[in-house]
C-alpha cells in the first residue's frame, strides 16, 4: 500500500505525554518529516528524518520509527501544541510524496 | 529569513485556468526544490507537484497530472503553477513549500526530508 495511516484524533491532559502514530509500508524504506497544521495557516515542519527536529521547535516534539510505524511525541504537552498533525513521506514507487490523513490533538 | 508568499488565487469557473505564483525571498531559491500542497475544504494536507532546483524535473499526484503544471523562474525567485481544466473539488488553499533537501537532488525526489519554509497560501475556488 501507498498510504500512511494516522489516527483521526487523540487527546491529551496539559503536561502530559502524547504520541501520535503514522503507519504505512513507506515508512519501512524512508523516514517521515511532521507537520503541525492550524487550518488556514501555514504548516509547521516539526520534525524530520531519523532524528532532526528544526531550529526553533521546541525539544519536547521527538520522533521515532520502528518498522513501517513512525511516531511523534510530544512530551509534557501545552494548549499551544493542540493543532493538525500529518506525517509525510516520499512515495518512490511512483514519485510522489505522500500526506498522512492527519490527527487532530486536543489538548485538555 | 526564508519566506515564501503565494498569489493569483481567486474564483474561477469549471473548466477555466489559473496560474498561481511564488516569491521566495531570504534564502538561495536557485539551489532547492519547490513542492506545491493544496488543504481542500475539510480535507487534510495533499501533495500535488516538485519541480527541481533548475526546474529540469518535475513530478505530479496523478489527480492533477496533465491539468496542472510546474514551473519557475530562476532569475525572479518564483515557481508557478499553471492549473487548466479546473473542476470543483481543485476547490482548496494551495500552499508553496521548499525542500529542505541540500544539495537538492537533479531528480527531485531522490532524496526528500520534508518541507521546511511554506507560504501562507492562497485561495482558489471553483464554482
Known amino acids: 500500500s501507498s498510504e500512511l495511516t494516522q489516527d483521526p484524533a487523540v487527546s491529551v491532559a496539559l503536561g502530559q505525554t502524547v504520541t501520535i502514530t503514522c503507519r504505512g509500508d513507506r515508512l519501512k524504506s524512508y523516514y517521515p518529516s511532521w507537520y503541525q497544521y492550524r487550518p488556514g495557516q501555514a504548516p509547521l515542519l516539526v520534525f524530520y528524518s531519523k532524528n532532526n527536529r528544526p531550529s526553533g521547535i521546541p525539544d519536547r516534539f521527538s520522533g521515532s520509527t520502528s518498522g513501517n510505524t513512525a511516531s511523534l511525541t510530544i512530551t509534557g504537552a501545552l494548549a499551544e501544541d493542540e493543532a493538525d498533525y500529518y506525517c509525510c513521506s516520499r512515495d518512490s514507487s511512483a514519485n510522489h510524496v505522500l500526506f498522512g490523513g492527519g490527527t487532530r490533538l486536543t489538548v485538555l | 529569513q526564508a519566506q515564501l508568499v503565494e498569489s493569483g488565487g481567486g474564483v474561477v469557473q469549471p473548466g477555466g485556468s489559473l496560474r498561481l505564483s511564488c516569491v521566495a525571498s531570504?534564502?538561495?531559491?536557485?539551489?532547492?526544490?519547490i513542492h506545491w500542497v493544496r488543504q481542500s475544504p475539510g480535507k487534510g494536507l495533499e501533495w500535488l507537484a516538485v519541480t527541481s532546483y533548475d526546474g529540469s524535473n518535475d513530478y505530479y499526484v496523478d489527480s492533477v497530472k496533465g491539468r496542472f503544471t510546474i514551473s519557475r523562474d530562476n532569475s525572479r525567485s518564483t515557481v508557478y503553477l499553471q492549473m487548466n481544466s479546473l473542476r470543483s473539488e481543485d476547490t482548496a488553499l494551495y500552499f508553496c513549500?521548499?525542500?529542505?533537501?541540500?544539495?537538492?537532488?537533479?531528480?527531485?525526489?531522490?532524496?526528500?526530508?520534508?518541507?521546511?519554509?511554506w507560504g501562507p497560501g492562497t485561495t482558489v475556488i471553483v464554482s
Open positions: 513549500a521548499k525542500d529542505l533537501t541540500l544539495p537538492a537532488p537533479k531528480f527531485p525526489l531522490d532524496y526528500f526530508y520534508g518541507m521546511d519554509v
Open positions: 531570504g534564502f538561495t531559491f536557485s539551489t532547492y526544490g
